[in-house]
């Protein structure tokens, strides 16, 4: 990875102009993109739910996007007033979101909008959620201090690289099913501890950023519909 791509993973001073009036307000524009957006979701799902917010999230409710970085529009539902049978609810959820993404290349402002049903009660780590149907900061994103490790994050991309390469060569689902929990649980451990700027973070959106993560799931569900296949 050249290093003008390496610097495009540096933090912002400011909010990006494609989404934001400023730090505080959202663009009418896009505030109104995103409901029609996120209502043609609830239509599509062809049930009723009462919906408990839609929020926006990630990169671009920080200081932190790049031009890999996608829109994430959570729609907050409690599963358990949908049934009471809460893996059936998550696994139709999830079914519904990504056949959506999948089918639909749906952007703002040429950022691609990434689709997700949220349970009310699930833990989402965000340093910057803004509230679409309040129209207002659930959690305030604060610039950052300091300027992440790029040397160190670039070391652990290559190592992850060369784990996925060996992965997809071997077409062993369970390995490629091992190594997408490990890098998960990896981003989602530093995201916790050290936040958005740490190395894992920013080496998993490397990897995002070379559709890596993707070639994995694509070849992990080919590999599933190959094993049950007669």
């Given at each position: 990875m050249s290093e003008l791509n390496m610097r495009s993973f540096l933090p912002h001073d400011k909010l990006s102009k494609k989404i934001w009036e400023d730090d505080e307000n959202m663009r009418p524009d896009v505030l109104r993109a995103l409901e029609n957006i996120a209502n043609e979701f609830l239509n599509y799902l062809k049930i009723d739910v009462d919906v408990d917010d839609v929020t926006f999230t990630g990169s671009y409710a920080n200081y932190n996007y790049t031009p890999y970085?996608?829109?994430?529009?959570?729609i907050v539902i409690d599963f358990n007033k949908v049934s009471s049978d809460?893996?059936?609810v998550e696994g139709f959820m999830n079914a519904k979101k990504s056949y959506w993404n999948d089918r639909y290349d749906i952007k703002v402002n040429d950022i691609e909008v990434e689709i997700y049903p949220q349970d009310s009660s699930e833990d989402h780590i965000s340093s910057?959620?803004?509230?679409?149907?309040?129209?207002?900061w659930l959690i305030r994103p604060e610039k950052f201090q300091k300027e992440p490790n790029l040397k160190s994050a670039n070391k652990k991309f290559q190592m992850l690289k060369r784990e996925i390469s060996s992965a997809i060569e071997s077409e062993d689902l369970k390995s490629i099913e091992r190594?997408?929990?490990k890098i998960r649980d990896m981003r989602k451990s530093a995201l916790s501890k050290s936040g958005e700027m740490s190395v894992e973070n920013i080496a998993y959106?490397?990897?995002r950023s070379e559709d890596l993560i993707q070639k994995m799931y694509?070849?992990?569900?080919n590999l599933y519909g190959d094993s049950i296949s007669l």
């Open positions: 970085s996608d829109i994430d529009l959570h809460e893996d059936l910057g959620i803004y509230s679409i149907d309040k129209e207002k190594l997408l929990k959106k490397m990897l694509d070849l992990k569900f």
